[in-house]
């Protein structure tokens, strides 16, 4: 914890130095996410927190900037995550989440949020939290308090009665409900407009059980097909997208007809299902690296037996439907359900993505030019272009040769102000 601590003081003070400057990333190798390719020995004219100009190196006549050498270096757009809870914790699974308040988690969310930003996240989709958490997280950030990454917040997610989205653990007398918990067409469509009214910026709901809810099975759906599309249409009629939690084929289906965003998790969708996500345009946002955590660290972290039992099953089914996803030409977006595993370590999931079909290029592209168009700001972020906010990160190999590249990486900067340089300079 005190590590974490002086990681994140450290980031705070490297940005509280860097800002408010016109600078030069000199003589770096860009990664170009939309060709696939690498343009060698190009520099990035970077001014009030948007990319100026990008060129050869030494010909964007820059001289009134500070200069960052980046020789040997890859530059990327900041990478993004499209699922993450980062008020969560990944030591803290089944009945130990009962000793976790709102407070408590809020200020774990600090420390991860400074976490994900240092490993090169710098935007993401956060997609439940407890009590709004997540959009006090998200203004903590914006207005400078503490470092993170920009954060697209859901607030509390919506959930049947009994289902994932519902706190489960308790007997009946404890009168435990989660917030975002409502039944019937109206009474959905009142926790959109409440979520919207506390701050949310997308809507996420529970379209069928989970793998880490007690109680719940893995195929069954969750809210009608009429709930579902008074979620949706209310969200969208307020502006916001919707994202649903789904992982049996009827709840997918079902929540693909409603007229859903995107799709988390997506771990037994069928092909007539995915024929009709592609051509809808949903996004499919399938967290293929967590099994390994869930699996392997999972019962130490207090995962409950049936969720480990659902898990084995479920995994690996994930994982083939993600490689039929990418043969049927799928949206992928790269969301990884960090805060289930341990924050900061989201690029485990691009190799992962290339072992199930994809090339370094596409799982690139997924988490930068993909993530950017779900989030509905293609024209802000997710590659190195004139007029994009100034996100951006290096590693000292390359990721198109090698993803894993993205492990490590040795520079963070989100809108125009370095977060972190490891490059040794």
Not at 8 to 22: C, H, I, N, Y
Not at 277 to 301: C, P, Q, R, W
Not at 379 to 405: E, F, H, M, N, Y
Request: aromatic share 6%.
């Amino acid at each position: 914890m005190l590590r974490s601590f002086l990681a994140a003081a450290s980031l705070f003070a490297l940005s509280a130095a860097a800002s408010a400057e016109t600078l030069l990333l000199a003589g770096g190798h860009i990664v170009d996410v939309e060709r696939g390719v690498v343009m060698k020995d190009h520099d990035v004219l970077v001014e009030d927190g948007r990319i100026k100009a990008v060129g050869r190196a030494g010909t964007l006549g820059a001289p009134g900037a500070a200069r960052i050498d980046m020789a040997g270096a890859w530059l990327l757009p900041g990478l993004s995550d499209s699922h993450v809870h980062l008020t969560s914790r990944a030591d803290l699974h089944g009945f130990r989440r009962l000793t976790v308040s709102i407070p408590r988690a809020a200020i774990s969310g600090v420390a991860n949020a400074a976490t994900t930003l240092r490993a090169g996240f710098t935007t993401v989709r956060n997609l439940g939290a407890p009590g709004f958490t997540d959009v006090d997280l998200k203004s903590a950030i914006d207005s400078g308090e503490v470092p993170g990454p920009r954060i697209i917040p859901a607030g509390q997610s919506i959930g049947i009665t009994g289902g994932h989205c519902d706190s489960n653990l308790m007997p009946y007398e404890a009168h435990d409900t989660s917030g975002g918990v409502a039944d019937g067409p109206w009474a959905v469509r009142q926790k959109v407009r409440e979520n919207k009214k506390y701050g949310a910026e997308v809507i996420k709901f529970c379209g069928t059980g989970g793998v880490l809810s007690k109680g719940t099975t893995i195929g069954a759906q969750q809210f009608t097909l009429e709930e579902m599309q008074a979620i949706v249409s209310e969200a969208h009629e307020l502006g916001l997208k919707v994202a649903v939690h789904a992982h049996g084929a009827k709840g997918i289906a079902t929540a693909i007809e409603a007229g859903v965003d995107s799709v988390e998790h997506a771990s037994l969708i069928t092909d007539q299902s995915l024929k009709d996500a592609v051509k809808k345009g949903i996004f499919l946002s399938m967290d293929i690296y967590v099994s390994d955590f869930i699996l392997g660290e999972g019962e130490a972290a207090g995962i409950l037996p049936e969720s480990l039992e659902k898990e084995k099953t479920v995994g690996k089914a994930q994982r083939e439907r993600f490689q039929a996803a990418v043969k049927a030409g799928a949206k992928l977006a790269f969301g990884t359900d960090a805060g289930v595993y341990t924050h900061g370590l989201n690029a485990r999931q691009f190799a992962f993505m290339v072992q199930w079909g994809m090339t370094p290029a596409e799982a690139i592209r997924a988490a930068t030019m993909g993530n950017a168009e779900l989030f509905g700001l293609k024209d802000d972020i997710g590659s190195l272009t004139a007029g994009k906010r100034a996100d951006i990160i290096a590693v000292d190999g390359d990721p198109l040769a090698d993803v894993r590249q993205l492990e490590d990486v040795d520079f963070v900067m989100k809108d125009g102000v370095v977060f972190y340089d490891g490059l040794g300079k």
